[in-house]
């Protein structure tokens, strides 16, 4: 997610040695990512750093489902940028909705989260760019005023924060369907831009989602790899109050972060979150104003070409979705 554009520039953040990230997280979540504290503690390289201000250790545990759960989509297909075949969990259609509405669902299932509605944010339109005036309008987001919405980031090679997060969303869709869910996206590029981040919210607080999951890919520097959930925190501000929230949106995050590294083998982000792969935030609108479960999930950095390897990769793109929508799962299921 790019909070002012391409040009992003994150706060600088302070490094520190594995060791203690390795024991923060050990003790955050003893399952997948205890797993990849070994590996990066035997068998990884580089340096690990950290945010001295994002939240760390929890005792919760973050259960995942095996790899191979029923309504899995078939991983591999395209490896292009756009993946839009269709064959790699995608289903390539636009749906037949007005300009401002929700996209459509499959009918409710069978499958174990039958009668279970998640609501899909795939941050950012595809044709924000082409609409500044209207996104750059400011938005009550409880706490303070804010931007509609932005454009998002890119990676160096021009592919899109927003064309990465719809293509996501199209498989988290296809397998949480397959589990029996109902499931709305916030947008499908079936409008000219938006929605605000306010609209966003309340989609999910309309639809009385049992968890919400805002998709994003990062902005940040060269260097700055991994992925990180943004939790909300503990807010109670004009019409932002996230109490009742704070808790069952942990739960959420929790699940989502082990499941992602399972799935995809990527670690916790190395420049916030101290190594937890969780980051808790107070001035996000789309947080701020959620009155159900929900969390931000950023991919990984568009802007380091390691990570934008993976990105750009139908492939890893669909362990992604696998990752989060398996964390989505565990969390529903309890």
Known sequence: MSYTGPDFDPPPSRRFRRGPLTV???????????????????????????????????SASASSLPPSSPGTPSPGGSDGPDGSDGSDGSDGKKPSTSPGATSPSAPVGTGPLRGKVVVIDPGHNPGNFRHTAEINRQVDVGTHSKECDTTGTSTDDGFSEAKFTLDVAHRMRAFLEGQGATVKLTQDDDRPFGPCIDERARIGNEAEADAVVSIHADGSGTGNRGFHVILPGSVDSGAADTRAIVGPSRALGERIAGNFVRATGNG????????TGLVTR????????????????????????????LLTSGAWRQKAAQGISEGIVSFLRG
């Open 268 to 275: 916790p982000s190395n420049y916030v979150g101290g190594g």
């Open 24 to 58: 923060a997280l050990a003790a955050l979540v003893p399952g997948a990512l205890l797993g990849w504290a070994v590996y990066a503690t035997v068998g990884g390289s580089g340096d690990d750093g950290g945010d001295a201000s994002a939240s760390a250790g929890t």
């Open 282 to 309: 107070k001035d996000l609108g789309g947080l701020n104003l959620s009155t159900v479960p929900k969390v931000f999930v950023e991919c990984g950095n568009m802007r380091d070409s390691k990570d934008a390897a």
